[in-house]
């Protein structure tokens, strides 16, 4: 079985993925972290592993950049291939002084100002929602490896580059969200349409405060923190 963005045969993409958006974040992963990794999906370069962590099986695959994206990956995921949890591990931009470039952030809710939902599936908010359920395996597995994980509201964003800073405002004072990526709006709409779990893991790549920038090869190696969270509350019970 195949799909239009997915040339992995049914069986070979296990229950849980984590979804870098960078497919060479997704090699990576699979290189450094799993045991017997197999590239099942290469359609587009959007690549995907399936192997074993401390035994039991993971898939890393990539989602490429923006809501349409992963939209599209991890609809696909959830619906033909049986997926039941997908973390998102990303990049974000933070917004506030407390958080520093390399923190780790965890999602707790999504906003965005994206007709994602409401075209996909009639959803009229502006808000949406990780599995509660994995974001406890993810905060037990940080606690669990001694690692800080900083939680908040997210912002999920259409446009990489604005003409005026004007929407900080709302992002930041009304909605209090802590950083900005491009996707998880779409991952948590996708969770709840289909009756699945979405969480997202961020680790903070560049700051509004201080102007400070990781580079695409920090973000691509360097996020090591955020991935070994990951891996181990994807394995967990």
């Not at 359920?133 to 446009?159: M, Q, R, Y």
């Amino acid at each position: 079985m195949s799909t239009a963005h997915n040339n992995a045969e049914k069986g070979q993409i296990a229950k849980t993925v984590l979804m870098p958006g960078d497919p060479l974040r997704a090699k990576f992963i699979a290189e450094k972290f799993l045991d017997d990794a197999k590239l099942v999906n290469s359609v587009r370069g959007i690549n995907g592993y399936t192997g074993t962590y401390k035994g039991k099986p993971v898939t890393v695959m990539a989602s490429g950049m923006g809501m349409p994206s992963i939209g599209i990956y991890s609809y696909e995921l959830f619906k033909f291939y049986d997926v039941e949890n997908i973390i998102r591990i990303g990049s974000a931009g933070c917004y506030v002084p407390e958080l520093k470039v390399f923190d780790v952030v965890l999602a707790t809710a999504a906003y965005s100002e994206s007709s994602y939902a409401k075209t996909q599936c009639g959803y009229e908010e502006d808000i949406t929602y990780p599995s509660e359920d994995l974001n406890a395996k993810i905060k037990k597995s940080a606690e669990d490896l001694g690692i800080t994980l900083h939680e908040g509201t997210i912002h999920s964003s259409d446009v990489f580059y604005r003409q005026s800073s004007d929407y900080l405002k709302v992002v930041v004072e009304e909605k209090h969200c802590l950083a900005v990526e491009m996707e998880s709006f779409a991952l948590f709409s996708n969770a709840k349409v289909l009756g699945k779990n979405a969480a997202c893991l961020l680790t903070i790549s560049d700051s509004f405060v201080t102007h400070e920038e990781t580079t695409p090869e920090e973000r691509e190696q360097h996020f090591t923190e955020m991935m070994e969270i990951a891996l181990n509350a994807a394995i967990a019970e």
